[in-house]
Protein backbone atom coordinates (compact mmCIF):
# COMPACT_ATOMS: atom_id res chain seq x y z
CA UNK A 1 0.00 0.00 0.00
CA UNK A 2 1.35 3.37 -0.84
CA UNK A 3 2.27 5.77 1.87
CA UNK A 4 -0.65 8.22 0.74
CA UNK A 5 -3.45 5.35 0.86
CA UNK A 6 -2.39 4.32 4.37
CA UNK A 7 -2.79 8.00 5.65
CA UNK A 8 -5.78 8.08 4.12
CA UNK A 9 -6.66 4.91 4.87
CA UNK A 10 -5.52 5.87 8.97
CA UNK A 11 -7.72 9.02 8.92
CA UNK A 12 -10.37 6.85 7.82
CA UNK A 13 -10.32 3.98 10.44
CA UNK A 14 -10.28 6.82 13.23
CA UNK A 15 -12.79 8.58 12.12
CA UNK A 16 -14.80 5.94 12.25
CA UNK A 17 -14.71 4.97 16.26
CA UNK A 18 -15.06 6.63 18.70
CA UNK A 19 -11.44 5.56 20.48
CA UNK A 20 -9.07 3.63 18.06
CA UNK A 21 -5.73 2.08 20.08
CA UNK A 22 -2.63 2.42 18.10
CA UNK A 23 -2.35 -1.58 18.24
CA UNK A 24 -5.88 -2.18 16.60
CA UNK A 25 -4.87 0.48 13.95
CA UNK A 26 -1.61 -1.27 13.38
CA UNK A 27 -3.57 -4.39 12.65
CA UNK A 28 -5.89 -2.96 10.32
CA UNK A 29 -3.53 -1.62 8.17
CA UNK A 30 -1.10 -4.29 8.97
CA UNK A 31 2.20 -2.14 10.14
CA UNK A 32 3.93 -1.72 13.03
CA UNK A 33 2.91 0.47 16.02
CA UNK A 34 5.95 2.42 15.29
CA UNK A 35 4.73 3.33 11.68
CA UNK A 36 1.56 3.99 13.16
CA UNK A 37 2.61 6.19 15.56
CA UNK A 38 4.83 8.24 12.95
CA UNK A 39 2.49 8.29 10.53
CA UNK A 40 0.03 10.18 13.30
CA UNK A 41 2.35 12.72 14.52
CA UNK A 42 2.59 13.47 10.80
CA UNK A 43 -1.25 13.73 10.09
CA UNK A 44 -0.99 15.94 13.41
CA UNK A 45 1.49 17.83 11.74
CA UNK A 46 -0.55 18.68 8.46
CA UNK A 47 -3.24 19.85 10.63
CA UNK A 48 -5.59 17.16 10.82
CA UNK A 49 -7.24 17.54 14.56
CA UNK A 50 -6.04 13.54 15.90
CA UNK A 51 -6.73 13.73 19.43
CA UNK A 52 -5.13 11.42 21.60
CA UNK A 53 -1.51 9.53 22.72
CA UNK A 54 0.27 6.27 22.23
CA UNK A 55 -1.00 3.99 25.04
CA UNK A 56 -4.53 5.61 25.48
CA UNK A 57 -6.09 5.83 21.77
CA UNK A 58 -6.96 8.24 19.59
CA UNK A 59 -9.98 10.08 18.04
CA UNK A 60 -11.13 12.61 15.35
CA UNK A 61 -11.67 16.10 16.88
CA UNK A 62 -14.80 17.95 15.79
CA UNK A 63 -15.37 19.09 12.48
CA UNK A 64 -12.74 17.14 10.53
CA UNK A 65 -14.47 16.49 7.23
CA UNK A 66 -13.18 15.05 3.77
CA UNK A 67 -14.12 15.36 0.77
CA UNK A 68 -16.82 12.73 -0.97
CA UNK A 69 -15.72 9.23 -1.54
CA UNK A 70 -15.36 7.03 -4.53
CA UNK A 71 -15.62 3.47 -4.02
CA UNK A 72 -13.22 0.57 -5.98
CA UNK A 73 -14.62 -2.09 -7.85
CA UNK A 74 -14.25 -4.29 -5.00
CA UNK A 75 -15.76 -1.83 -2.46
CA UNK A 76 -18.78 -1.23 -4.84
CA UNK A 77 -19.46 -5.34 -4.88
CA UNK A 78 -18.79 -5.54 -1.23
CA UNK A 79 -21.82 -3.30 -0.33
CA UNK A 80 -23.85 -4.76 -2.75
CA UNK A 81 -23.16 -8.31 -1.30
CA UNK A 82 -23.51 -7.11 2.69
CA UNK A 83 -26.97 -5.56 1.49
CA UNK A 84 -28.21 -8.72 -0.29
CA UNK A 85 -27.08 -11.11 2.84
CA UNK A 86 -28.32 -8.65 5.55
CA UNK A 87 -31.97 -7.58 4.00
CA UNK A 88 -34.07 -9.84 4.95
CA UNK A 89 -32.49 -10.47 8.76
CA UNK A 90 -32.85 -6.80 9.62
CA UNK A 91 -36.52 -5.33 11.06
CA UNK A 92 -38.12 -3.32 8.32
CA UNK A 93 -36.99 -0.20 9.06
CA UNK A 94 -33.07 -0.97 8.88
CA UNK A 95 -33.89 -3.19 5.61
CA UNK A 96 -35.61 -0.27 4.19
CA UNK A 97 -33.35 2.69 5.27
CA UNK A 98 -30.64 -0.30 3.94
CA UNK A 99 -31.74 -0.59 0.62
CA UNK A 100 -32.67 3.00 -0.01
CA UNK A 101 -28.68 3.63 0.90
CA UNK A 102 -27.87 1.38 -1.52
CA UNK A 103 -29.52 3.31 -4.40
CA UNK A 104 -28.01 6.37 -3.38
CA UNK A 105 -24.54 4.42 -3.62
CA UNK A 106 -24.69 2.85 -6.92
CA UNK A 107 -26.84 6.00 -8.01
CA UNK A 108 -23.65 8.23 -8.20
CA UNK A 109 -20.94 5.38 -9.41
CA UNK A 110 -19.32 5.70 -12.64
CA UNK A 111 -21.35 3.65 -14.99
CA UNK A 112 -18.51 0.58 -15.13
CA UNK A 113 -18.51 0.40 -12.07
CA UNK A 114 -21.99 0.33 -11.13
CA UNK A 115 -22.41 -2.28 -14.09
CA UNK A 116 -20.00 -4.43 -12.04
CA UNK A 117 -22.12 -4.16 -8.74
CA UNK A 118 -25.23 -5.01 -9.96
CA UNK A 119 -23.88 -7.79 -11.26
CA UNK A 120 -22.52 -9.15 -8.43
CA UNK A 121 -23.21 -12.92 -8.33
CA UNK A 122 -23.44 -13.45 -4.59
CA UNK A 123 -27.09 -13.99 -3.51
CA UNK A 124 -28.88 -14.64 -0.44
CA UNK A 125 -32.10 -16.81 -0.04
CA UNK A 126 -34.88 -15.80 1.78
CA UNK A 127 -34.41 -15.56 5.18
CA UNK A 128 -36.37 -18.16 7.30
CA UNK A 129 -37.10 -15.44 10.13
CA UNK A 130 -40.78 -14.27 10.65
CA UNK A 131 -42.03 -11.36 9.72
CA UNK A 132 -43.29 -10.93 13.99
CA UNK A 133 -39.89 -12.03 15.14
CA UNK A 134 -38.47 -9.19 12.78
CA UNK A 135 -40.81 -6.33 13.94
CA UNK A 136 -40.17 -7.95 17.30
CA UNK A 137 -36.19 -7.36 16.88
CA UNK A 138 -37.27 -3.96 15.57
CA UNK A 139 -38.89 -2.83 18.93
CA UNK A 140 -35.84 -4.57 20.52
CA UNK A 141 -33.44 -2.30 19.03
CA UNK A 142 -35.15 0.65 19.92
CA UNK A 143 -35.50 0.28 22.81
CA UNK A 144 -31.92 -0.43 23.29
CA UNK A 145 -30.86 2.59 21.40
CA UNK A 146 -33.31 4.37 23.65
CA UNK A 147 -31.80 2.44 27.00
CA UNK A 148 -35.27 1.25 27.82
CA UNK A 149 -36.03 -1.09 30.01
CA UNK A 150 -37.63 -3.93 28.93
CA UNK A 151 -40.82 -6.62 30.59
CA UNK A 152 -40.64 -9.69 28.66
CA UNK A 153 -42.89 -13.18 29.13
CA UNK A 154 -40.39 -15.55 27.50
CA UNK A 155 -40.47 -19.30 27.35
CA UNK A 156 -36.66 -21.30 26.53
CA UNK A 157 -35.92 -24.08 24.93
CA UNK A 158 -37.09 -26.36 27.43
CA UNK A 159 -40.95 -24.62 27.53
CA UNK A 160 -40.16 -23.01 30.92
CA UNK A 161 -41.76 -19.88 30.85
CA UNK A 162 -40.68 -16.97 32.99
CA UNK A 163 -41.23 -12.84 33.45
CA UNK A 164 -38.33 -10.91 33.06
CA UNK A 165 -37.24 -7.28 33.80
CA UNK A 166 -34.11 -6.36 31.85
CA UNK A 167 -31.95 -3.76 30.44
CA UNK A 168 -31.04 -4.25 26.67
CA UNK A 169 -27.61 -4.25 25.95
CA UNK A 170 -27.41 -5.74 22.02
CA UNK A 171 -28.91 -7.83 19.57
CA UNK A 172 -26.67 -10.23 18.49
CA UNK A 173 -27.32 -12.43 14.75
CA UNK A 174 -26.33 -16.23 15.16
CA UNK A 175 -26.32 -17.82 11.75
CA UNK A 176 -30.50 -18.10 11.58
CA UNK A 177 -31.45 -17.06 15.19
CA UNK A 178 -31.34 -13.42 16.68
CA UNK A 179 -30.04 -13.22 19.99
CA UNK A 180 -30.96 -10.25 22.55
CA UNK A 181 -27.99 -9.89 25.29
CA UNK A 182 -29.22 -8.06 28.34
CA UNK A 183 -28.37 -7.61 32.09
CA UNK A 184 -31.37 -9.46 33.61
CA UNK A 185 -32.87 -7.84 37.09
CA UNK A 186 -34.15 -10.91 38.02
CA UNK A 187 -30.88 -13.36 38.18
CA UNK A 188 -28.73 -9.65 38.71
CA UNK A 189 -26.74 -11.35 35.60
CA UNK A 190 -26.00 -11.04 32.10
CA UNK A 191 -28.25 -12.92 29.87
CA UNK A 192 -29.20 -14.42 26.63
CA UNK A 193 -32.85 -14.48 24.94
CA UNK A 194 -33.77 -15.78 21.35
CA UNK A 195 -35.98 -13.28 20.02
CA UNK A 196 -38.53 -15.82 18.54
CA UNK A 197 -38.81 -17.26 21.46
CA UNK A 198 -40.30 -13.92 23.47
CA UNK A 199 -43.76 -14.76 23.46
CA UNK A 200 -44.60 -10.78 24.20
CA UNK A 201 -42.85 -7.91 25.57
CA UNK A 202 -43.57 -4.69 26.72
CA UNK A 203 -41.17 -1.07 26.89
CA UNK A 204 -41.05 0.43 29.91
CA UNK A 205 -40.89 3.97 30.95
CA UNK A 206 -37.94 3.08 32.76
CA UNK A 207 -34.55 3.96 31.41
CA UNK A 208 -31.14 2.97 32.60
CA UNK A 209 -27.63 4.38 32.14
CA UNK A 210 -24.26 2.21 31.94
CA UNK A 211 -23.36 0.95 35.22
CA UNK A 212 -19.81 -0.56 35.95
CA UNK A 213 -20.16 -4.25 35.43
CA UNK A 214 -23.55 -4.34 33.96
CA UNK A 215 -22.60 -2.83 29.94
CA UNK A 216 -21.97 -4.22 26.68
CA UNK A 217 -18.67 -4.04 26.92
CA UNK A 218 -19.02 -5.85 30.68
CA UNK A 219 -20.64 -8.97 28.58
CA UNK A 220 -18.35 -9.21 25.77
CA UNK A 221 -15.24 -9.47 28.30
CA UNK A 222 -17.06 -11.96 30.28
CA UNK A 223 -18.07 -14.20 27.17
CA UNK A 224 -14.11 -13.29 25.64
CA UNK A 225 -12.92 -14.84 29.38
CA UNK A 226 -15.26 -18.10 28.73
CA UNK A 227 -14.12 -18.95 25.81
CA UNK A 228 -10.35 -18.70 26.50
CA UNK A 229 -10.98 -20.41 29.46
CA UNK A 230 -12.95 -23.65 27.80
CA UNK A 231 -9.84 -23.30 24.87
CA UNK A 232 -7.36 -24.12 27.22
CA UNK A 233 -9.01 -27.72 28.40
Given amino acids: MRRADRLFHLVQLIRGRRLSTGEWLAARLQVSLRTVYRD??????QGVPIEGEAGVGYRMGQGFELPPLMFSQAEAKALVACVRIAQTRL???????AEQALHKIVGVLPASLRAAAESMVLHA???????QT???????RQATEAK????LHYRDLNEQASERTV?????FYWDAVWILSTWCELRQDFRNFRV?????????DDSFRDEPGRTLADLLRVEEVCLTSSGRH
Fill in 91 to 97: DPELARA
Fill in 167 to 171: RPLGC
Fill in 40 to 45: IADLQA
Fill in 148 to 151: SKLR
Fill in 196 to 204: DRIESLQVS
Fill in 125 to 131: PVSSIDD
Fill in 134 to 140: LLRLQTL
